[in-house]
């Protein structure tokens, strides 16, 4: 069992940055690959970026490629989103998930924390 609680959602002008942090208890982070998941009002929940158990390999969404980076920290099990350049597009709740394997789907899920709203509006 894993439980995952996210933080660093907020309002944010367009343009602008925000870091959120996904940080887990129970069973050890490193054992798991751990992506985020986003959903925005009347959409589907849907796959944003993920990093492997080691970190060595990240894949993403074609929407947030060049804006977003994902790093972990295993020592602390903490996973970051960088997120840059923000539109309102953007804007959803923000899921933190952990999976078994990097090819992360929303079906692969084993765990989901509880979320955390950004807001990107001027």
């Known amino acids: 069992q894993v439980q995952l609680v996210e933080s660093g959602g907020g309002l944010v002008q367009p343009g602008g940055s925000l870091r959120l942090s996904c940080a887990a208890s129970?069973?050890?982070?490193?054992?798991?690959?751990v992506g985020w998941f986003r959903q925005a009002p009347g959409k589907e929940r849907e796959f944003v970026i993920v990093?492997?158990?080691?970190?060595?390999?990240?894949y993403y969404a074609d929407s947030v490629s060049g804006r977003f980076t994902i790093s972990r920290d295993n020592a602390k099990s903490t996973v970051y989103l960088q997120m840059n350049s923000l539109v309102p597009e953007d804007t959803a709740v923000y899921y933190c998930?952990?999976?078994?394997?990097?090819?992360?789907?929303?079906?692969?899920?084993?765990?989901w924390g509880q979320g955390t709203q950004v807001t990107v509006s001027s």
């Open positions: 998930a952990v999976g078994a394997r990097a090819t992360m789907t929303r079906e692969s899920v084993l765990y």
């Open positions: 129970g069973r050890t982070l490193s054992s798991y690959a």
């Open positions: 990093i492997s158990r080691s970190g060595s390999t990240t």
